[in-house]
């Protein structure tokens, strides 16, 4: 299903902890995305990476961080720095300029 | 960098009728324009999309349409059914290259 997976689906967090949500793609795509989704505030872009070993931050980067160490995966650190990390978190991956970006289902992250 | 605005919010129809969802960008040199519609606990996916060269797009009932000169453009459903309820989202291609969304419009369709 899709060629973008992310995991896990559902992440509980403490207060305080760092937690890494996975993204990888099949799709041998260039560009991968982090969206963070709020109730009525639609999709806000995290980090962005163009191509490997290279990435950029986005509208919301604070309390956030990312690797690219390859083409395949883009793996998102929620630091303790991020101060209010309950959200819906998506993935996305689009292969050039101007064309579809598809979504990973997305994980849900609940700090307790 | 680009801002894009989407209205209305929230939109509730009967069933057959037809749903318009508009949305406003800022930056000119955006060109590119895709809607994802977003069903509960789901991922985004791509309905219909419309680049800067062409002012209408269709796809069996739903059709795109863009007036770059006003910098907006909208989303229309005809026929409507139950199925379409979800969450539509329009976006624009930004200056650096990334997708900039509207925040969303909920489509109630009422049997």
Redo the contacts between chains.
Sequence with gaps: D?GITQSPKYLFRKEGQNVTLSCEQNLNHD?M?W?RQDP??????IY?S?IVNDF?K??IAEGYSVSREKKESFPLTVTSAQKNPTAFY?CASSGQ??T??F????TRLTVV | ?ENVE?HP?TLSVQEGDSAVIKCTYSDSAS??F?W?KQELG?????II?I?SNVGEKKDQRIAVTLNKTAKHFSLHITETQPEDSAVY?CAG?SG?????????TMLLVSP
């Design positions: 899709g560009a995305y969206y009525g505030q639609g999709l806000r872009l962005y163009q950029q986005g509208d998506l300029l101007n579809e970006a979504f990973g289902q997305g | 960098g989407q919010s060109n590119y895709p994802y789901k991922r985004p996916q791509l999309d680049r989202f291609l650096y290259s990334t997708l900039t969304f509207g925040k969303g």
